[in-house]
């Protein structure tokens, strides 16, 4: 199960864990996942993606079906979710 949002596609970044006394460490900054259910009125279809919280605030913002065509994203759509 890899942690990438499906509709923007971003990963987790690579950094420094860095301590009192400055020493470095390597450490990943993982992206805030969730998994989410939308409904395509065009199509009449739920689909279930896993997107980041940018991706949820985004969709809330303009729209499922503007965020999909957005991203071009070829998503698969499930008939009951």
Do not use: D, P, Q
């Not at 987790?12 to 864990?17: D, E, H, Q, S």
């Not at 980041?52 to 999909?68: D, F, P, R, T």
């Amino acid at each position: 199960m890899s942690k990438v949002c499906e509709l923007t596609g971003k990963k987790a970044m690579i950094g420094n864990r860095v301590s009192h006394a400055n020493n470095k460490k390597k450490r990943r900054f993982n992206i805030n996942l969730c998994k989410k259910r939308f409904f395509l009125t065009k199509e009449k279809k739920w689909i279930t993606l896993k997107i980041c919280a940018y991706g949820v605030k985004l969709i809330n913002k303009i729209g499922i079906e503007n965020a999909l065509k957005r991203y071009k994203k070829n998503i698969k759509i499930n008939k009951n979710g």
